[in-house]
Protein backbone atom coordinates (compact mmCIF):
# COMPACT_ATOMS: atom_id res chain seq x y z
CA UNK A 1 0.00 0.00 0.00
CA UNK A 2 1.54 3.16 -0.63
CA UNK A 3 -0.23 6.44 1.40
CA UNK A 4 -0.10 9.91 0.10
CA UNK A 5 -0.06 12.45 3.58
CA UNK A 6 -1.21 15.89 3.15
CA UNK A 7 1.31 18.25 5.58
CA UNK A 8 4.69 16.93 6.95
CA UNK A 9 4.41 18.09 10.59
CA UNK A 10 5.18 15.88 13.61
CA UNK A 11 1.46 14.31 12.82
CA UNK A 12 2.90 13.41 9.80
CA UNK A 13 6.17 12.16 10.65
CA UNK A 14 4.77 9.70 13.37
CA UNK A 15 2.43 8.47 10.81
CA UNK A 16 5.58 7.69 8.22
CA UNK A 17 7.30 5.70 10.83
CA UNK A 18 3.63 3.67 11.67
CA UNK A 19 3.57 2.93 8.29
CA UNK A 20 7.17 1.53 7.98
CA UNK A 21 6.55 -1.35 9.81
CA UNK A 22 3.23 -1.99 8.81
CA UNK A 23 4.33 -2.44 5.15
CA UNK A 24 2.63 1.07 4.05
CA UNK A 25 4.61 3.52 2.18
CA UNK A 26 4.13 6.80 3.19
CA UNK A 27 5.07 10.14 1.08
CA UNK A 28 3.74 13.10 2.62
CA UNK A 29 3.42 17.05 1.22
CA UNK A 30 4.88 20.00 3.14
CA UNK A 31 5.83 23.84 1.78
CA UNK A 32 9.11 23.39 3.97
CA UNK A 33 12.09 21.38 2.63
CA UNK A 34 12.78 20.11 6.05
CA UNK A 35 9.91 19.35 7.53
CA UNK A 36 10.23 17.15 10.60
CA UNK A 37 8.52 13.94 7.66
CA UNK A 38 11.33 14.71 5.37
CA UNK A 39 13.35 13.44 8.40
CA UNK A 40 11.67 10.15 7.96
CA UNK A 41 10.37 9.61 4.28
CA UNK A 42 10.04 10.42 0.95
CA UNK A 43 8.35 14.22 0.70
CA UNK A 44 7.74 16.16 -1.55
CA UNK A 45 7.97 19.92 -1.25
CA UNK A 46 5.06 22.28 -2.15
CA UNK A 47 2.22 24.57 -0.70
CA UNK A 48 -1.06 22.83 -0.19
CA UNK A 49 -3.08 24.37 -2.57
CA UNK A 50 -0.50 23.70 -5.79
CA UNK A 51 -2.73 21.68 -8.26
CA UNK A 52 0.67 20.11 -9.31
CA UNK A 53 1.57 19.18 -6.24
CA UNK A 54 -0.75 17.50 -5.11
CA UNK A 55 -0.99 15.33 -8.07
CA UNK A 56 2.36 14.33 -7.23
CA UNK A 57 1.12 13.18 -4.00
CA UNK A 58 -1.67 11.29 -5.66
CA UNK A 59 0.34 9.49 -8.12
CA UNK A 60 0.96 5.86 -7.47
CA UNK A 61 -0.73 6.63 -3.88
CA UNK A 62 -4.19 4.62 -2.94
CA UNK A 63 -5.10 6.47 -0.55
CA UNK A 64 -4.33 10.23 -0.05
CA UNK A 65 -5.10 11.38 3.78
CA UNK A 66 -3.92 14.74 5.97
CA UNK A 67 -2.14 15.28 8.93
CA UNK A 68 -3.11 19.07 10.13
CA UNK A 69 -6.99 20.67 9.32
CA UNK A 70 -5.92 23.75 7.76
CA UNK A 71 -5.65 22.17 4.30
CA UNK A 72 -7.69 23.35 1.81
CA UNK A 73 -10.95 21.82 1.12
CA UNK A 74 -11.21 22.26 -2.72
CA UNK A 75 -7.92 20.80 -3.50
CA UNK A 76 -8.36 17.46 -1.75
CA UNK A 77 -12.18 17.46 -3.21
CA UNK A 78 -9.93 17.77 -6.16
CA UNK A 79 -8.25 14.60 -6.35
CA UNK A 80 -11.03 12.74 -4.98
CA UNK A 81 -12.16 11.07 -8.28
CA UNK A 82 -8.36 10.33 -8.88
CA UNK A 83 -8.04 8.31 -5.67
CA UNK A 84 -10.19 7.89 -2.19
CA UNK A 85 -9.43 10.50 0.29
CA UNK A 86 -9.98 9.92 3.74
CA UNK A 87 -11.08 10.97 6.04
CA UNK A 88 -14.02 12.49 3.53
CA UNK A 89 -13.04 15.77 2.90
CA UNK A 90 -16.48 16.85 4.53
CA UNK A 91 -15.30 15.73 7.89
CA UNK A 92 -12.40 18.36 7.08
CA UNK A 93 -15.17 20.93 6.07
CA UNK A 94 -16.65 20.75 9.72
CA UNK A 95 -13.85 20.91 11.62
CA UNK A 96 -11.82 23.66 9.85
CA UNK A 97 -15.20 26.15 10.97
CA UNK A 98 -16.04 26.54 14.59
CA UNK A 99 -19.62 27.59 14.18
CA UNK A 100 -19.94 24.11 11.61
CA UNK A 101 -18.20 22.26 14.19
CA UNK A 102 -20.51 23.37 17.37
CA UNK A 103 -24.00 22.42 14.78
CA UNK A 104 -22.77 19.08 14.31
CA UNK A 105 -21.96 18.61 18.10
CA UNK A 106 -25.68 19.93 19.01
CA UNK A 107 -27.00 17.87 16.25
CA UNK A 108 -25.57 14.65 17.38
CA UNK A 109 -26.33 15.74 20.58
CA UNK A 110 -23.29 16.45 22.47
CA UNK A 111 -24.04 19.44 24.33
CA UNK A 112 -21.23 22.38 23.80
CA UNK A 113 -20.41 25.99 25.89
CA UNK A 114 -23.38 28.81 24.73
CA UNK A 115 -22.21 30.55 21.81
CA UNK A 116 -23.07 32.94 19.38
CA UNK A 117 -21.72 34.01 15.76
CA UNK A 118 -20.25 36.94 15.96
CA UNK A 119 -19.34 39.44 12.20
CA UNK A 120 -18.47 42.51 13.73
CA UNK A 121 -17.72 44.73 16.73
CA UNK A 122 -21.53 45.01 17.45
CA UNK A 123 -22.61 41.39 16.91
CA UNK A 124 -19.72 41.06 19.15
CA UNK A 125 -21.68 43.47 21.75
CA UNK A 126 -24.63 41.84 21.12
CA UNK A 127 -23.27 38.59 21.77
CA UNK A 128 -21.66 39.68 24.93
CA UNK A 129 -25.39 40.70 26.05
CA UNK A 130 -26.72 37.34 25.28
CA UNK A 131 -24.00 34.46 26.38
CA UNK A 132 -22.73 37.23 29.29
CA UNK A 133 -19.15 37.37 31.11
CA UNK A 134 -16.64 35.88 30.93
CA UNK A 135 -16.29 34.14 27.61
CA UNK A 136 -14.18 32.87 24.98
CA UNK A 137 -13.85 34.80 21.88
CA UNK A 138 -12.47 32.72 18.70
CA UNK A 139 -12.04 32.85 15.09
CA UNK A 140 -14.16 30.50 12.98
CA UNK A 141 -10.83 29.58 10.58
CA UNK A 142 -7.47 28.86 11.67
CA UNK A 143 -7.07 29.02 15.23
CA UNK A 144 -4.63 26.27 17.17
CA UNK A 145 -2.90 26.21 20.43
CA UNK A 146 -4.91 28.95 21.73
CA UNK A 147 -4.05 31.29 18.37
CA UNK A 148 -6.88 33.46 17.50
CA UNK A 149 -8.69 33.65 21.09
CA UNK A 150 -9.29 35.90 23.49
CA UNK A 151 -11.00 36.02 26.71
CA UNK A 152 -13.31 38.58 27.79
CA UNK A 153 -14.10 39.45 31.25
CA UNK A 154 -14.95 43.10 30.94
CA UNK A 155 -17.57 44.27 28.82
CA UNK A 156 -15.72 47.80 27.76
CA UNK A 157 -12.55 45.30 26.36
CA UNK A 158 -14.70 44.24 23.67
CA UNK A 159 -13.44 46.16 21.44
CA UNK A 160 -9.62 45.05 22.29
CA UNK A 161 -10.74 41.54 22.09
CA UNK A 162 -12.49 42.08 18.60
CA UNK A 163 -8.70 43.61 17.60
CA UNK A 164 -6.89 40.57 19.30
CA UNK A 165 -8.60 38.09 16.84
CA UNK A 166 -8.19 39.93 13.93
CA UNK A 167 -11.47 41.28 13.34
CA UNK A 168 -12.45 38.17 11.38
CA UNK A 169 -15.56 35.68 11.39
CA UNK A 170 -15.66 34.28 15.09
CA UNK A 171 -17.87 33.10 17.90
CA UNK A 172 -17.87 33.98 21.58
CA UNK A 173 -18.10 31.16 23.65
CA UNK A 174 -18.90 31.32 27.61
CA UNK A 175 -16.26 31.03 29.51
CA UNK A 176 -16.88 27.12 30.98
CA UNK A 177 -15.84 27.25 34.38
CA UNK A 178 -15.00 23.06 33.90
CA UNK A 179 -13.35 20.77 36.62
CA UNK A 180 -11.00 19.03 34.42
CA UNK A 181 -10.38 18.55 29.86
CA UNK A 182 -10.97 15.39 28.58
CA UNK A 183 -10.29 14.32 24.57
CA UNK A 184 -11.54 11.22 23.52
CA UNK A 185 -9.65 9.54 20.63
CA UNK A 186 -11.46 7.12 17.71
CA UNK A 187 -10.95 5.06 15.10
CA UNK A 188 -13.30 4.24 12.88
CA UNK A 189 -13.37 1.67 10.03
CA UNK A 190 -15.10 1.87 6.74
CA UNK A 191 -17.80 -0.69 7.32
CA UNK A 192 -18.70 1.64 10.86
CA UNK A 193 -16.65 -0.18 13.34
CA UNK A 194 -15.38 1.85 16.03
CA UNK A 195 -12.70 1.68 18.76
CA UNK A 196 -12.09 4.22 20.99
CA UNK A 197 -9.04 4.50 23.17
CA UNK A 198 -9.67 5.53 27.02
CA UNK A 199 -10.49 9.29 27.66
CA UNK A 200 -7.23 10.95 28.40
CA UNK A 201 -7.09 14.08 31.03
CA UNK A 202 -5.46 16.84 29.30
CA UNK A 203 -3.74 20.13 30.82
CA UNK A 204 -3.22 23.35 28.81
CA UNK A 205 -1.41 26.16 29.70
CA UNK A 206 -1.69 29.87 27.61
CA UNK A 207 -3.73 27.17 25.57
CA UNK A 208 -1.52 25.29 24.13
CA UNK A 209 -1.43 20.97 25.31
CA UNK A 210 1.20 20.54 28.28
CA UNK A 211 0.15 17.31 29.90
CA UNK A 212 -1.87 14.40 29.27
CA UNK A 213 -2.55 11.12 31.49
CA UNK A 214 -3.93 7.87 29.84
CA UNK A 215 -6.65 6.49 30.92
CA UNK A 216 -8.19 9.72 32.86
CA UNK A 217 -7.67 9.66 36.62
CA UNK A 218 -10.58 8.23 38.20
CA UNK A 219 -11.93 7.26 34.86
CA UNK A 220 -15.95 5.65 35.51
CA UNK A 221 -17.42 3.44 32.72
CA UNK A 222 -20.04 5.54 32.66
CA UNK A 223 -17.62 8.56 31.36
CA UNK A 224 -15.84 6.54 28.57
CA UNK A 225 -19.31 4.95 27.77
CA UNK A 226 -20.83 8.56 26.58
CA UNK A 227 -17.77 9.80 25.76
CA UNK A 228 -17.70 6.68 22.65
CA UNK A 229 -21.19 7.51 22.41
CA UNK A 230 -20.50 10.98 21.41
CA UNK A 231 -18.07 9.45 19.39
CA UNK A 232 -19.72 6.89 17.29
CA UNK A 233 -22.31 9.59 16.60
CA UNK A 234 -19.66 12.29 15.31
CA UNK A 235 -18.35 9.53 13.30
CA UNK A 236 -21.92 7.90 11.64
CA UNK A 237 -22.68 11.18 10.65
CA UNK A 238 -19.60 11.93 8.97
CA UNK A 239 -18.77 8.41 7.29
CA UNK A 240 -15.56 8.72 8.91
CA UNK A 241 -12.36 6.54 8.05
CA UNK A 242 -9.80 7.30 10.09
CA UNK A 243 -8.77 8.54 13.69
CA UNK A 244 -10.07 11.78 15.18
CA UNK A 245 -10.41 13.30 18.47
CA UNK A 246 -13.24 15.21 20.12
CA UNK A 247 -11.85 17.48 23.28
CA UNK A 248 -14.10 17.62 25.71
CA UNK A 249 -15.10 19.99 28.63
CA UNK A 250 -16.12 17.53 32.35
CA UNK A 251 -18.26 20.25 34.52
CA UNK A 252 -19.78 17.12 37.07
CA UNK A 253 -21.22 14.48 35.24
CA UNK A 254 -21.50 16.48 32.11
CA UNK A 255 -19.07 16.53 29.11
CA UNK A 256 -19.80 19.71 26.97
CA UNK A 257 -17.84 19.12 23.30
CA UNK A 258 -15.09 21.87 22.80
CA UNK A 259 -13.80 20.83 19.00
CA UNK A 260 -12.60 18.07 17.03
CA UNK A 261 -9.70 16.62 15.31
CA UNK A 262 -10.09 15.30 11.78
CA UNK A 263 -6.77 13.80 11.99
CA UNK A 264 -4.18 11.85 14.85
CA UNK A 265 -3.98 14.30 17.78
CA UNK A 266 -1.47 15.09 20.32
CA UNK A 267 -3.33 13.94 23.42
CA UNK A 268 -2.99 10.34 21.71
CA UNK A 269 0.57 10.65 20.82
CA UNK A 270 1.21 8.40 24.47
CA UNK A 271 -0.30 5.37 22.52
CA UNK A 272 2.88 4.86 20.32
CA UNK A 273 4.29 3.48 23.63
CA UNK A 274 1.20 3.38 25.65
CA UNK A 275 -1.25 1.17 23.86
CA UNK A 276 -1.42 -2.17 21.94
CA UNK A 277 -1.97 -0.20 18.52
CA UNK A 278 -0.86 2.98 18.86
CA UNK A 279 -3.15 5.96 16.85
CA UNK A 280 -0.88 6.32 13.95
CA UNK A 281 -0.94 2.62 13.34
CA UNK A 282 -4.57 2.43 13.58
CA UNK A 283 -5.32 5.88 11.32
CA UNK A 284 -3.53 3.81 8.49
CA UNK A 285 -4.95 0.58 9.56
CA UNK A 286 -8.53 2.39 8.98
CA UNK A 287 -7.74 4.38 6.06
CA UNK A 288 -5.87 1.30 4.44
CA UNK A 289 -8.68 -0.87 4.69
CA UNK A 290 -6.91 -3.42 6.94
CA UNK A 291 -8.09 -4.51 9.87
CA UNK A 292 -8.40 -2.10 13.41
CA UNK A 293 -5.88 -2.84 16.28
CA UNK A 294 -6.58 -3.39 19.63
CA UNK A 295 -6.91 -0.06 21.84
CA UNK A 296 -6.10 -1.92 25.23
CA UNK A 297 -3.43 0.10 27.08
CA UNK A 298 -0.38 -0.46 28.80
CA UNK A 299 -0.71 0.09 32.64
CA UNK A 300 -0.64 4.57 33.43
CA UNK A 301 0.54 6.75 30.76
CA UNK A 302 1.22 10.11 30.62
CA UNK A 303 2.77 12.38 28.03
CA UNK A 304 4.40 15.74 28.90
CA UNK A 305 5.03 18.01 25.28
CA UNK A 306 8.24 19.74 24.83
CA UNK A 307 7.79 23.42 23.99
CA UNK A 308 9.55 26.31 23.09
CA UNK A 309 13.31 24.39 23.91
CA UNK A 310 14.81 21.27 23.52
CA UNK A 311 15.41 19.67 26.57
CA UNK A 312 18.51 17.91 27.75
CA UNK A 313 17.88 14.45 26.34
CA UNK A 314 20.15 12.24 28.45
CA UNK A 315 18.55 14.10 31.62
CA UNK A 316 15.33 12.92 30.16
CA UNK A 317 16.07 9.20 29.35
CA UNK A 318 17.62 8.70 32.38
CA UNK A 319 13.82 8.86 34.03
CA UNK A 320 12.85 5.46 34.17
CA UNK A 321 9.74 4.69 32.16
CA UNK A 322 10.58 7.40 29.42
CA UNK A 323 10.48 7.48 26.06
CA UNK A 324 11.95 10.99 24.08
CA UNK A 325 10.26 11.97 20.96
CA UNK A 326 12.20 14.77 19.35
CA UNK A 327 10.46 15.99 15.72
CA UNK A 328 13.55 17.79 14.97
CA UNK A 329 12.09 21.32 14.42
CA UNK A 330 13.68 24.70 15.00
CA UNK A 331 13.15 26.14 18.68
CA UNK A 332 10.52 28.64 18.83
CA UNK A 333 8.46 30.33 21.92
CA UNK A 334 5.49 28.17 22.56
CA UNK A 335 6.24 25.29 19.03
CA UNK A 336 6.13 22.28 19.91
CA UNK A 337 9.47 20.61 20.07
CA UNK A 338 8.78 16.97 21.16
CA UNK A 339 7.27 15.20 23.50
CA UNK A 340 7.71 12.36 26.66
CA UNK A 341 5.90 9.13 27.18
CA UNK A 342 5.97 8.10 30.56
CA UNK A 343 4.59 4.79 31.52
CA UNK A 344 4.28 3.96 35.37
CA UNK A 345 2.91 0.76 37.17
CA UNK A 346 0.69 2.95 39.41
CA UNK A 347 -0.41 6.51 39.06
CA UNK A 348 1.63 8.20 42.16
CA UNK A 349 5.35 6.94 40.60
CA UNK A 350 3.48 8.44 37.09
CA UNK A 351 3.28 11.66 38.73
CA UNK A 352 6.22 11.35 39.99
CA UNK A 353 8.05 11.20 36.79
CA UNK A 354 6.16 13.58 35.22
CA UNK A 355 7.47 16.24 37.56
CA UNK A 356 10.84 14.95 37.18
CA UNK A 357 10.43 15.49 33.58
CA UNK A 358 8.81 18.91 33.67
CA UNK A 359 11.79 20.03 35.79
CA UNK A 360 13.70 19.44 32.44
CA UNK A 361 11.54 21.17 30.42
CA UNK A 362 12.22 25.24 30.26
CA UNK A 363 8.80 25.88 29.04
CA UNK A 364 6.46 23.29 30.39
N1 LIG B 1 -15.21 28.07 26.42
C1 LIG B 1 -14.08 27.84 27.12
N2 LIG B 1 -14.06 27.92 28.47
C2 LIG B 1 -12.92 27.72 29.17
N3 LIG B 1 -11.72 27.44 28.61
C3 LIG B 1 -11.68 27.36 27.26
C4 LIG B 1 -12.84 27.54 26.45
N4 LIG B 1 -12.49 27.38 25.15
C5 LIG B 1 -11.18 27.10 25.16
N5 LIG B 1 -10.67 27.07 26.41
C6 LIG B 1 -9.26 26.76 26.77
O1 LIG B 1 -8.41 27.08 25.67
C7 LIG B 1 -7.85 25.87 25.11
C8 LIG B 1 -7.73 25.99 23.61
O2 LIG B 1 -9.00 26.19 23.05
P1 LIG B 1 -9.55 25.35 21.81
O3 LIG B 1 -10.94 25.80 21.53
O4 LIG B 1 -9.34 23.91 22.06
O5 LIG B 1 -8.66 25.89 20.61
P2 LIG B 1 -7.37 25.33 19.86
O6 LIG B 1 -7.87 25.08 18.48
O7 LIG B 1 -6.39 26.44 19.95
O8 LIG B 1 -6.95 24.06 20.57
C9 LIG B 1 -8.76 24.77 25.58
O9 LIG B 1 -8.12 23.51 25.59
C10 LIG B 1 -9.14 25.28 26.99
O10 LIG B 1 -8.08 25.05 27.90
MG1 LIG C 1 -8.11 22.50 21.26
Redesign the pocket.
Given at each position: MRVGIVGGGQLGMMLVEAGASLGVDCITLDPAADSPAARVGPAIQGTYDDPAALARLADGADVVTYEFENVPVDGVRDLEGRVPVLPPPAALEVAQDRLAEKALFTDVGLQV?AFAAVDDLDGLRAAVGSIGLPA?L?TRRF?????G?AVLRHEELAEDAWRAVGEVPSIL????P?DR?LSIVAVRAADGELRCYPLVE?H?RE?ILRVSYAPAPALTDELQTAAEAHARAVGDRLGYVGVFAI?L?QAGGTLLG??MAPRVHNSGHWTIEGAETSQFENHLRAICGLPLGDVGVHGNVAMVNVIGQEPDAAAILAIPGAHLHSYGKQPRPGRKLGHVTLLADDPDALRERVLQVSRHLTDA
Amino acid sequence: MRVGIVGGGQLGMMLVEAGASLGVDCITLDPAADSPAARVGPAIQGTYDDPAALARLADGADVVTYEFENVPVDGVRDLEGRVPVLPPPAALEVAQDRLAEKALFTDVGLQVPAFAAVDDLDGLRAAVGSIGLPAVLKTRRFGYDGKGQAVLRHEELAEDAWRAVGEVPSILEAFVPFDRELSIVAVRAADGELRCYPLVENHHREGILRVSYAPAPALTDELQTAAEAHARAVGDRLGYVGVFAIELFQAGGTLLGNEMAPRVHNSGHWTIEGAETSQFENHLRAICGLPLGDVGVHGNVAMVNVIGQEPDAAAILAIPGAHLHSYGKQPRPGRKLGHVTLLADDPDALRERVLQVSRHLTDA
